[in-house]
């Protein structure tokens, strides 16, 4: 990767694994539902992410950031009933969840500096 920026890189990585499991259970155990779901869902918070870097605002920014974060639990939810349902098995859902909560972690984190410091230096759209 080219870019130093840890979100970025680490939402670009996460979308990789879930193409690669989208194609998995889309042709091995052949579902298309909740697969389709979990490649929406999943390549969205990198989109997102890549959305966010040329934000109209800080408020603008923080609102993108939010909805990747949004899309990051909805990844999780989907790959908690393809889990339970058997379309992965264990070991792969706890490894590609895990890599989801880490970008959730990231993404509450930056989303509550950023708000902080919108807050502590009353910054606003106008006077950025």
């Known amino acids: 990767m080219s870019t130093d ?26 579902e298309q539902v909740m ?30 950031l939010h909805i990747a974060l949004k899309e990051a639990n909805e990844t999780s939810y989907w790959l908690l009933l393809l889990s339970e349902s058997n379309y992965i ?3 792969s859902y706890l490894s590609i969840d895990a890599d ?6 990231l993404l509450v984190s930056i989303i509550k500096s950023c708000k902080s410091n919108i807050k502590n230096n009353n910054l606003t759209d106008s006077n950025i």
Do not use: M, P, W
């Open 5 to 30: 920026n840890l979100i970025d890189n680490k939402s670009v990585q996460f979308a990789l694994r879930i193409i690669k499991a989208y194609q998995f259970i889309s042709t091995e155990k052949k």
């Open 100 to 105: 989801c909560n880490e970008i959730i972690k």
């Open 35 to 64: 697969s389709k779901q979990l490649l929406r869902s999943g390549t969205a918070i990198g989109a997102l992410i890549k959305e966010a870097e040329f934000a109209e605002s800080k408020n603008d920014f923080i609102h993108k």
């Open 89 to 91: 098995d264990k070991a």
